[in-house]
């Protein structure tokens, strides 16, 4: 099992409602999803994510609210040990992933504020079209789907 990767990290405002996130970009996804918005990550390059996540985070000290791992699940454990540092931070964590079964997801729950998954179809549209397959979560005691915040058109 790979180690996790990371590309590049973004401030960003509408991937996480409510929220002002740091984006970090997992590389090596295994989805490889046909029309993925960003397909560079498919490929396993960058630098190791746990090694750097106390620095990355520590630099938006104070400006975000949340930290969103793009990608990150072809190596569980080493994505349960970054949500553990970013909760300990004090920080609300979110995972994107093109995984379209949440169960697989189950044991980092306690670890995670929110939760997007499915893979991305074309036909179906993102998480901005009522006919989307992908699902967000608010997770809680349950999953709360909240997928229409996102809706567009």
Do not use: W
Not at 94 to 117: A, Q, R
Not at 118 to 125: A, C, D, H, K, P
Not at 130 to 143: A, D, I, W
């Amino acid at each position: 099992m790979e180690r996790l990767k990371f590309s590049n990290v973004d401030v960003v405002f509408q991937e996480v409602p409510d929220e002002v996130s740091l984006a970090i970009n997992i590389t090596g996804c295994p989805h490889r999803c046909k029309g993925c918005h960003s397909p560079y990550l498919c490929d396993y390059f960058g630098e190791l994510l746990l090694d750097n996540l106390i620095s990355l985070v520590s630099r938006y000290e104070g400006l975000i609210t949340c930290v969103c791992f793009m990608g990150g699940d072809q190596n569980l454990d080493e994505l349960k040990d970054a949500l553990k540092t970013v909760k300990d931070m004090g920080l609300k964590t979110c995972l994107y992933s093109g995984e379209d079964n949440v169960n697989v997801f189950f044991h980092l729950l306690p670890l995670l504020d929110y939760l997007k998954v499915g893979r991305y179809v074309e036909s179906l549209g993102g998480l901005s079209c009522k006919s989307t397959n992908q699902r967000f979560y608010k997770v809680g005691e349950n999953l709360i789907d909240i997928t229409e915040r996102f809706y567009t058109h």
